[in-house]
């Protein structure tokens, strides 16, 4: 069965300092693993498609890396509107276009 | 261009009562899914349409919950006798054709079950 564990649950930082999250996933064949930034109240929002192990993608101040059990969102020198829920998904290979598997979140506060 | 709209944005209801929640995707494409998010929870699947057919069904929770897409673009999520546990975030994603992979996300209708 296809699963998603997202680590930590939540994460505070000072303005400036680095830091990673972690996406651990078990699927019979990645088609994808995606990355979502959630703000509150709102629907999550598009960040990064990664679909082999080496494979790295940056934006801004966030950098996506996938091996072949986990990725990682590093996001360098944060400021608080870095502040989010980031989501983590994946999508396997069989049948087509299909659903992705969400992890629970990294609910990520960045102070000044 | 408009991303993918949902209406209402909160819908309370009372126990027992149907409820319908709308989708409209972004224009031009023909896959759109449902998902349901519980708080401090991640998505959960509902239900995938290609075109006007689900492709896609396996999770519906039970067969209160009932969708339609008529001709391919807007979507209507149907509830019927709803309960409490109901209450939840649900939320609309579409993708596009050209090889992507990535789901767009509306930003969902708040429902409480009273």
């Given at each position: 069965e296809d699963q998603v564990t997202q680590s930590p649950e939540?994460?505070?930082?000072?303005?400036?300092?680095?830091?990673?999250?972690?996406?651990s996933y078990t699927v019979s064949g990645l088609r994808g693993l995606f990355w979502y930034r959630q703000d509150p109240g709102k629907g999550p929002e598009f960040l990064f498609t990664l679909y082999s192990a080496g494979e790295e993608k940056e934006k801004e101040r966030l950098k996506a890396t996938l091996t072949k059990k986990e990725s990682?969102?590093?996001?360098?020198?944060?400021?608080?509107?870095d502040s989010a829920t980031y989501l983590c998904a994946v999508q396997d290979g069989s049948g087509g276009?299909?659903?992705?598997?969400?992890?629970?979140?990294t609910r990520l506060a960045v102070h000044p | 261009g408009a991303g993918v709209s949902q209406t209402?944005?909160?819908?309370?209801?009372?126990?027992?009562?149907?409820?319908e929640l709308r989708c409209d995707?972004?224009?031009?494409?023909?896959?759109?899914?449902?998902?349901?998010?519980?708080?401090g929870q991640g998505p959960e699947f509902l239900i995938y349409f290609q075109g006007t057919g689900?492709?896609?069904?396996?999770?519906?929770?039970?067969?209160?919950?009932?969708?339609?897409?008529?001709?391919?673009?807007?979507?209507?999520l149907k509830i019927q006798r709803t309960e409490r546990g109901d209450s939840a975030?649900?939320?609309?994603?579409?993708?596009?054709?050209?090889?992507?992979?990535?789901?767009?996300?509306?930003?969902?209708?708040?429902?409480?079950?009273?």
């Open positions: 939540a994460l505070r930082l000072q303005e400036g300092e680095s830091s990673s999250l972690n996406c990682f969102l590093h996001i360098t020198a944060p400021k608080p509107e276009y299909n659903k992705l598997i969400f992890g629970a979140g | 209402p944005s909160n819908k309370v209801t009372e126990k027992g009562k149907y409820v995707p972004i224009s031009g494409h023909t896959a759109l899914y449902w998902y349901r998010q519980s708080l689900a492709a896609d069904d396996s999770g519906l929770p039970n067969d209160r919950f009932f969708a339609v897409r008529p001709e391919g673009s807007v979507s209507t975030v649900y939320l609309c994603a579409s993708r596009g054709d050209r090889g992507a992979y990535e789901q767009y996300f509306g930003p969902g209708t708040r429902l409480t079950v009273t």
